[in-house]
């Protein structure tokens, strides 16, 4: 019986799970145990071998904390002081879900799921699932929350029951994206729990299932699926053998699976917009100028930062050095990767995703709410201090066809204090290039204009023409701010 | 015709000719089955590397045995 069949209140983000539930509230996130499990979950947690994973924070911190708080914090007296144990976790500033990662972050969630398989197995200890949906992204870095996943395994057991569901959700999706372009948005809201083998090879056709390495993970679980029919109810009988030949095979199995996730590491993909800073249409001192005015309109503060169209990155990075806490999106997946690679190396907090702000991620799963919509994710951590719409309100409202008055409000939903935006008139060369023609729908479209509409919503603290008045950049903070 | 280019070829042709897949069809079943084979034949390396790790510990223990009969060359040993 999962816990809500067993009167303990029901949570859309972990109702799978028969052993717990986790409830995620605005400071931290508390998670229900089952007594008999929870022993063997701190004996997990106080291997030596997963030490390193939570001092670097890629497995999430649990500390046990009294039922009475959590029973408080939920205002609920359902759980009961027997039989339970309750955990807290720190919350991850901005949960984040595969489709909205690009290539690169979903390799690192598989790298970081097989490394603490591996770690776990030397321990006797194994995971009983592998979703890239166990890891959120705390900035660029990868951390694996689902504590629970971890499990004593059965000794003599050779098989890695997750195996199939980490090349369904991991293996799989990276390779139809490097060989036919399938986007991982694309596949995970139809698919949350990834693709099989049979889909992906008509995905892929038939020969190219059967070349490189599409033909161990596409064309032969492809075949053995149709013909494995024949074994029935046997398939999933149980295997036993000896303990220490078990862990042999599966210390094999899993090294095998992290070649095979090698040979998909994602390359840095070129896209229109990867070589924006090279090609873009702004003079150097203007360059400088916006640099300048944007830091000044950052200065003084810090907190959480949401650089919307961030495109190659080069503003989120400056927040970044200025101590902001920085979400950046784009809807180019090969520039949010890109950012992704630099942020980590460099080791900024920057959070690059793959989300069209126009049309931003839905809620999905169990009554749309097991992984909430983008801007109830905004909504619930109470919004930005501070918002980046650089040189993107033309694309709003030339490409996605929204209204000058949505695009404020849209900016005045997504901060709480400070905007820093550019706006780009039709006289620039960039806005003639993306109207196609249509130039004339925006003759109206004025400086003056874009500053009365913010000014209903903003009080304007500074504004600064560049490209001889085509383009200005204003910074704002929201009405009734001190 | 090797056995390997056999086996590679008929997989080829169960490839070409295989039926259509149905929705009832587990579709981790494949994966499963593919784990199973790989796991029967990751015993029997790992029955191999048993034999090979026993045969080397007897060697080693052999040559061990011979060089502790050596006398030690910094002569220390005391009579």
């Known amino acids: 019986m999962r816990h809500a069949d067993r009167g303990l209140p029901f949570s859309a983000s972990s109702f799978r799970d028969p052993v717990a539930s986790t409830h995620v509230l605005a400071d931290a996130v508390f998670r229900i145990v089952d007594e008999g499990f929870a022993a063997q979950l701190d004996q997990a947690l106080a291997l030596p071998g997963l030490r390193p994973f939570l001092d670097a924070g890629t497995l999430i911190a649990t500390e046990p904390c009294p039922t009475a708080e959590v029973n408080g914090a939920l205002m609920v007296g359902a759980i009961p002081a027997q039989g339970y144990v309750c955990y807290r976790h720190p919350r991850i500033a901005f949960p984040s879900y595969p489709y909205e990662w690009a290539p690169q972050m979903l390799h690192a969630a598989g790298r970081l799921t097989l490394d603490l398989a591996r770690t776990l197995l030397a321990a006797g200890f194994g995971l009983k699932d592998a979703t890239p949906f166990n890891v959120l992204f705390d900035g660029p870095r990868p951390v694996f929350i689902d504590v629970t996943s971890i499990e004593r395994r059965r000794p003599s057991d050779p098989l890695w029951a997750a195996e199939g569901q980490f090349l369904r959700t991991i293996l799989l999706p990276l390779l139809l994206e490097r060989d036919i372009g399938l986007g991982l948005s694309a596949l995970f809201l139809s698919h949350a729990d990834g693709i099989d083998a049979v889909e992906a090879g008509r995905l892929l056709g038939r020969w190219r299932m059967l070349t490189g390495g599409a033909f161990g993970l596409v064309g032969l679980p492809a075949l053995l699926s149709r013909r494995s029919q024949c074994q029935g109810e046997n398939l999933y009988a149980p295997r036993d053998t000896a303990p220490d030949k078990a862990r042999f095979i599966l210390d094999h199995l899993i090294g095998r699976l992290a070649r095979r996730l090698d040979a998909l590491a994602p390359t840095a993909a070129q896209s229109h917009w990867t070589d924006y800073v090279d090609t873009r249409s702004y003079e150097d001192a203007d360059v400088a100028a916006k640099a300048e005015f944007v830091s000044r309109a950052l200065a003084g503060s810090g907190g959480r930062l949401l650089d919307v169209g961030c495109n190659t990155g080069e503003f989120s990075v400056l927040a970044a050095r200025q101590g902001w806490s920085v979400v950046a999106l784009d809807n180019d997946t090969a520039v949010a990767g890109r950012l992704w690679e630099r942020a980590a190396k460099e080791g900024h907090d920057i959070l690059p995703l793959v989300v069209d702000v126009a049309q931003p991620t839905p809620g999905t799963g169990l009554f749309n709410n097991q992984f909430p919509a983008f801007l109830a994710r905004c909504d619930a951590a109470g919004g930005f201090d501070a918002v980046l719409m650089l040189a993107v309100i033309h694309h709003l409202m030339v490409t996605n066809g929204l209204p000058l008055r949505a695009v404020v409000d849209l900016a005045a939903r997504l901060t709480r204090d400070r905007l820093i935006l550019e706006i780009v008139l039709p006289d620039d060369i960039m806005f003639r290039k993306i109207a196609r023609g249509r130039g004339e729908l925006f003759a109206g479209l004025t400086r003056e204009l874009v500053l009365a509409a913010l000014a209903e919503k903003f009080d304007i603290t500074g504004t600064l023409d560049l490209a001889g008045g085509g383009r200005c950049l204003v910074s704002c903070r929201r009405k009734g701010q001190p | ?79």
């Open chain 2, 1 to 79: 015709m090797s056995g390997v280019a056999a086996g590679v070829m008929v997989v080829f042709v169960l490839l070409l000719v295989a039926p259509p897949a149905y929705a009832y069809v587990d579709p981790g079943s494949g994966t499963l089955l593919l784990q199973i084979i790989g796991a029967v034949a990751l015993g029997s390396m790992f029955y191999i590397r048993t034999a090979w790790l026993k045969l080397r510990g007897f060697f080693d223990r052999f040559s061990g045995k011979s060089a502790a009969g050596e006398a030690p060359k910094d002569g220390s040993e005391s009579k």
